[in-house]
């Protein structure tokens, strides 16, 4: 049977890091998109003195850009591969003092293990867009519950008008979607019940992002 992402492949990871691509893995357009994740952040109101969590933080495409800008400490990340989490630490984080590795968190289902409640603002950019979306509609409300002190949560999907959903789809930046395996898209009203659902208030935000991804912009209830 097929996976549900490359992710969940097999031996994904252990091949690919004993290649040196742990930046290749996590989808490419490695300064490109470390940006615009750093850039949505700091729109939405991201100081150093928050605590931010990044959620399928691979390799730290985006931690090391935010670990020299948070306070020491204010970084945590999860993702799927705790060796992708460690090779990002050893590789792309330049001053090692301001994270404790202990903050880079292997998380399967997005159970948040040993993650700190009072996280300000989180961040799955590039996670949900190779997900089902069940495991959206499954993740949120554990996020929602694991963290009180949430101010705003950020994620990414790729959407499909209506009356496209059940075919592949060519996003605006050319990536092909699909509803029945990777890159998965998702109905709009879909994505923003699932978060409604969760007791966010959810806006999803134009215009488009790398690879023809959306913003949603979660705020607890």
């Known amino acids: ?8 492949a097999p031996g994904f990871y252990d091949e690919a890091l004993a290649k040196g691509r742990h930046r290749d893995i996590v989808g490419g357009r490695w300064e490109e998109t470390g940006l615009v994740q750093m850039q949505l952040l700091l729109a939405q109101g991201l100081d150093p003195h928050h605590k931010l969590l990044d959620i399928g933080a691979g390799s730290l495409r985006l931690g090391c850009r935010a670990v020299p800008y948070l306070n020491p400490g204010n ?6 591969s705790g060796d992708l989490l460690r090779r990002g630490y050893a590789e792309e984080i330049a001053d090692k003092s301001r994270l404790d590795p202990a903050q880079l968190i292997e998380d399967a289902d997005f159970d948040l293990p040993g993650i700190p409640a009072d996280i300000d603002f989180a961040i799955a950019f590039a996670v ?3 997900l089902p979306l069940g495991h959206l509609a ?27 959903h059940d075919r592949p789809f060519r996003q605006p930046d050319g990536v092909v979607t699909h509803p029945d395996r990777y890159p998965w898209h998702h109905r709009e009203t879909e994505v923003l019940q699932a978060a409604e659902a969760a007791g966010f208030a959810a806006t999803l935000s134009d215009p488009y992002l790398p690879r023809g991804q959306r913003l949603c912009l979660c705020l607890p209830k």
């Open 1 to 8: 049977m097929k996976p549900i992402s490359p992710y969940h």
């Open 75 to 80: 970084y945590w990340a999860t993702d799927l």
């Open 128 to 130: 949900f867009t190779h």
């Open 138 to 164: 499954r993740a949120l409300p554990k996020l929602r519950a694991r963290l009180p002190s949430l101010q705003k949560l950020l994620f990414t999907v790729f959407l499909v008008p209506d009356a496209a």
